[in-house]
């Protein structure tokens, strides 16, 4: 048996931390290099898309366990796979947001903006980092964006709101 509980905790399911064990790469924090290597010298876009959604997978896994330190690294892997994809900068901008780290989100939500301006959920990013920052008018922005791209979410109309709310009181 290749797998140890570490592994997969870390990477999800048995079948994950034994193919991985089987391939010599172990656990990710113990061959950092090793998996950075293998991911900068994936020579083409599809082999490039796949481990990308690898780690957006893994990111994803981790982000959902509250294992937000490992939901960053896993969606950085994938941001340097595909630069240009708003999503990956997006899921790292939340699970910063959840770490309480707000500048270093706000830098990837301001990145998703300017990846993808149409897009609200990355309007919605931006708004959760301001607020966390206690930038309340930048918050109330944020969300008016977010609404003018995305009108029928319920949820951003509230947050919108309850930002604007906010904002009268202070």
Not at 23 to 51: H, I, Q, T, Y
Not at 70 to 95: G, I, K, Q, T, Y
Not at 111 to 134: D, F, M
Request: hydrophobic residues 40%; aromatic residues 8%.
């Amino acid at each position: 048996d290749y797998a140890f509980d570490g592994d997969i905790a870390a990477f999800g399911d048995a079948e994950d931390a034994e193919a991985r064990a089987r391939a010599g790469l172990g656990g990710a924090r113990g061959n950092a290099k090793a998996n950075a290597m293998r991911d900068a010298f994936a020579d083409d876009s599809d082999a490039k898309a796949e481990l990308a959604a690898k780690h957006k997978g893994l990111g994803n896994r981790a982000f959902q366990e509250k294992r937000y330190t490992d939901a960053v690294d896993e969606f950085s892997r994938a941001a340097v796979l595909e630069p240009m994809n708003h999503v990956h900068v997006s899921n790292r901008s939340a699970a910063y947001a959840a770490l309480g780290r707000w500048d270093a989100a706000l830098v990837d939500a301001k990145t998703t903006v300017r990846l993808n301006s149409g897009w609200a959920k990355g309007y919605a990013r931006l708004a959760n980092a301001y607020a966390g920052l206690e930038r309340l008018s930048d918050a109330v922005e944020a969300w008016r964006s977010c609404v003018k791209y995305d009108d029928e979410t319920e949820h951003f109309q509230a947050s919108l709101r309850k930002a604007e709310d906010a904002e009268a009181q202070s």
